[in-house]
Nanobody, 120 residues
Framework: QVQLVESGGGLVQAGGSLSLSCAAS????????KGWYRQAPGKQRELVAQ???????NYADSVKGRFTISRDNAKNTVDLQMNSLQPEDTDVYYC??????????????WGQGTQVTVSS
């Protein structure tokens, strides 16, 4: 079964940086990464950053200028560089992608999530 595996979360002080990475465990299918989301307990999951297959990006207003999303299609990975982190960035961060067989979209997938905690 294909999985998305996130890594790179942790604890950092306000003003610090973390880099998240999401990798897909498949060499057969193609992965169309949709972006990174985050979710706090009791709240809805919200979009943090999107990236298209062509490299176009879109960010939530709250992270513009601080976060950068990038992808490596050859390696089936998508990264999120987070700078100038603030306590309000504390959340569980999730990677989202479509699994594709050629031009056919098979299904949408979520990673297991990685905790980011920013102390003040």
């Amino acid at each position: 079964q294909v999985q998305l595996v996130e890594s790179g979360g942790g604890l950092v002080q306000a003003g610090g940086s973390l880099s998240l990475s999401c990798a897909a465990s498949t060499s057969i299918y193609s992965i169309d990464f949709k972006g990174w989301y985050r979710q706090a307990p009791g709240k809805q999951r919200e979009l943090v950053a999107q990236i298209t297959s062509g490299g176009n990006t879109n960010y939530a207003d709250s992270v513009k200028g601080r976060f950068t999303i990038s992808r490596d299609n050859a390696k089936n990975t998508v990264d999120l560089q987070m700078n100038s982190l603030q306590p309000e960035d504390t959340d569980v961060y999730y990677c989202n992608a479509d699994l594709r067989a050629g031009v056919v979209r098979l299904y949408n997938m979520w990673g297991q999530g990685t905790q980011v905690t920013v102390s003040s």
